[in-house]
C-alpha cells in the first residue's frame, strides 16, 4: 500500500546496497564478525524499490527477511561482497554501502576445529586486510553515484568528513555507534561537499525513504 503512494523517484533506475555485517572464518566453527543487523541497509534497499529502482541487495549473515520486489544475495565474507558488489556495480546508477564489513579476514583458515593445546596458550592467528569495497566502486572510472556509512565512536564530524574524501564518495551518513546497532529508529548526520546536514532521531523505514529522496534528488537527470 505504502509502495503504491510512494512518488517513484527511481523509475528505471539500477541501485545496489551491501547490507548486515560480513562473517570471517577462523576454522569451521568460529570466525570474527561486526555488530549490524542489517536493517537499515534492508529497509533502503525497500524503499529505492517502494520508488521504482531495479534494487539488488547484497548481504552478509542477518536474520532478515527481503523486501518485496529486491533480488537478494547473500554472502559471508567481505571477499565474497567485493566480488558481487563489484559486478552488480558496473552500470548501477547508485551504489549505497552499508555493511558493516570485516576490516581483517585471518590470513590461513584451519581446515579443522583448532583444538585447545592444553597449555593454556591461545593460537597465534595472522590477520590480512580485506578489499575496501566502497572504495573500490567509488574509483571507477564511471562509477554509480556512491553513498557510504560510517559508524564512528569518537568524533564523528571529522572522521567521517575525512572518510567521504578519502573513499571518494559524494554522500556519506554518519551516526555515533554503536548504539544505533540493532534498533528500530537512527540519528544520522550527512556529509557531502557542502558540509554537514543532521536529520532528526527516525524510524529506520522512514529515514530509509528520506534518505532515498535525498540521493534520488542528486542523480543526474535524464532527458525526459
Ligand atoms: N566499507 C566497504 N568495504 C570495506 C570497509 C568498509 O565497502 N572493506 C564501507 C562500509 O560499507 C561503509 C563505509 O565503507 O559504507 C565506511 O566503513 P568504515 O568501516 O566506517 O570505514 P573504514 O574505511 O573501514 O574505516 P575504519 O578504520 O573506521 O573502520
Ligand atoms: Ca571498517
Same mark, same amino acid.
Given at each position: 500500500?505504502?509502495?503504491?503512494f510512494?512518488p517513484?523517484l527511481?523509475?528505471?533506475?539500477?541501485?545496489?546496497?551491501t547490507a548486515?555485517?560480513t562473517?570471517?572464518?577462523i576454522?569451521?566453527?568460529?570466525?570474527?564478525?561486526?555488530?549490524s543487523?542489517?536493517?537499515m541497509g534492508?529497509a533502503?534497499?525497500r524503499?529505492a524499490?517502494?520508488?521504482g529502482?531495479?534494487?539488488r541487495? %547484497?548481504?552478509?549473515?542477518t536474520a532478515?527477511?527481503?523486501?518485496?520486489?529486491?533480488v537478494?544475495e547473500?554472502?559471508?565474507?567481505?571477499?565474497q561482497?567485493?566480488?558481487?558488489?563489484?559486478?552488480?556495480?558496473?552500470?548501477?546508477?547508485?551504489? %549505497?554501502?552499508v555493511?558493516a564489513?570485516?576490516?581483517?579476514?585471518v590470513?590461513?583458515?584451519?581446515p579443522?576445529? %583448532?583444538?585447545?593445546?592444553g597449555d593454556?596458550?591461545?593460537?597465534? !592467528?595472522?590477520f590480512?586486510?580485506n578489499?575496501?569495497?566502497?572504495a573500490?566502486?567509488a574509483h571507477?572510472p564511471?562509477?554509480?553515484f556512491?553513498?557510504?556509512f560510517?559508524?564512528?565512536?569518537?568524533?564523528?564530524?571529522n572522521?567521517a568528513a575525512?572518510?567521504?574524501? $578519502?573513499?571518494?564518495?559524494? !554522500?556519506? %551518513?554518519?551516526?555515533?555507534?554503536?548504539?544505533a546497532?540493532g $534498533?528500530?529508529?537512527n540519528?544520522?548526520?550527512?556529509y557531502d561537499?557542502?558540509?554537514?546536514?543532521r536529520?532528526? $532521531?527516525a524510524?529506520?523505514?522512514?529515514?530509509a525513504r528520506e534518505l532515498?529522496a535525498?540521493?534520488a534528488?542528486r542523480?543526474? $537527470?535524464?532527458?525526459?
Amino acid at each position: 500500500i505504502v509502495a503504491f503512494f510512494q512518488p517513484k523517484l527511481l523509475q528505471g533506475k539500477r541501485v545496489v546496497v551491501t547490507a548486515g555485517p560480513t562473517f570471517e572464518p577462523i576454522d569451521p566453527v568460529r570466525g570474527i564478525t561486526n555488530l549490524s543487523s542489517g536493517k537499515m541497509g534492508f529497509a533502503l534497499a525497500r524503499a529505492a524499490a517502494d520508488c521504482g529502482a531495479d534494487v539488488r541487495l %547484497i548481504a552478509g549473515p542477518t536474520a532478515l527477511e527481503t523486501p518485496w520486489g529486491v533480488v537478494r544475495e547473500d554472502v559471508q565474507t567481505a571477499q565474497q561482497m567485493y566480488e558481487l558488489a563489484l559486478s552488480a556495480a558496473s552500470g548501477a546508477d547508485v551504489f %549505497i554501502a552499508v555493511a558493516a564489513v570485516a576490516d581483517w579476514r585471518v590470513a590461513h583458515v584451519s581446515p579443522g576445529k %583448532i583444538k585447545k593445546t592444553g597449555d593454556g596458550l591461545p593460537p597465534a !592467528l595472522e590477520f590480512v586486510e580485506n578489499p575496501d569495497i566502497l572504495a573500490t566502486v567509488a574509483h571507477l572510472p564511471e562509477p554509480p553515484f556512491c553513498v557510504g556509512f560510517a559508524a564512528e565512536t569518537d568524533d564523528l564530524d571529522n572522521n567521517a568528513a575525512a572518510k567521504r574524501v $578519502r573513499k571518494n564518495v559524494p !554522500l556519506l %551518513i554518519g551516526n555515533l555507534g554503536p548504539d544505533a546497532f540493532g $534498533r528500530e529508529d537512527n540519528e544520522v548526520v550527512l556529509y557531502d561537499e557542502h558540509g554537514v546536514t543532521r536529520l532528526p $532521531r527516525a524510524d529506520k523505514t522512514a529515514l530509509a525513504r528520506e534518505l532515498i529522496a535525498v540521493i534520488a534528488g542528486r542523480l543526474p $537527470r535524464g532527458l525526459f
